[in-house]
């Protein structure tokens, strides 16, 4: 139990100490550091709104596969497509976290920093709970159409 308070009197002297060191630092500087952020943010959610459009793309690909067809071949693509997307959404995940913690060891952050980044992280992981939901789907499509040449 105590514990908990020790950890939150650490985190209140980290928080005077962020203070200050943000006093100490020009208004100019943190507006260009707080633009910087932002654009990095932008892109960041830019390469996720591109990165679900592929997958989206990849879904409606799948869906009109003709069942006539048949090849494996464009099964084990699409599964191909798949596996490289889910690295890419790795990838981006942790660029992200990395982008964090960097910017976190970089010089502190403020209480309204600290509450944006909390909400781009629910955001964040709304859009990989969305991304995992379409890769199931699409794992759970590429079963089917297993299933289906199979029995054919």
Known sequence: MSAPS?????????????????????????VREVISVWDEVMKMEQELVISRQRTRALELELASLDLEQGDTASISDLEEQLRI?????NQLEN???????????????????AQEL???NARLLKVE????????????????????????
Not at 19 to 25: D, F, P, T
Not at 95 to 113: A, V
Not at 129 to 152: G, P
């Open 129 to 152: 709970e969305e991304q995992m939901m379409l890769i199931l789907d699409m794992e759970a499509q590429i079963d089917r159409l297993l299933t289906t040449i199979k029995n054919s």
């Open 118 to 120: 909390q909400d781009e």
């Open 6 to 30: 020790t950890v939150d009197s650490s985190s209140e002297k980290d928080n005077e100490t962020l203070e200050q060191r943000l006093g100490k630092i020009s208004h100019e500087k943190l």
């Open 85 to 89: 997307m889910k690295i890419r959404y």
């Open 95 to 113: 660029k992200l976290e990395n982008e964090k913690i960097r910017r976190i060891d970089g010089g502190g952050i403020s209480e309204i920093r």
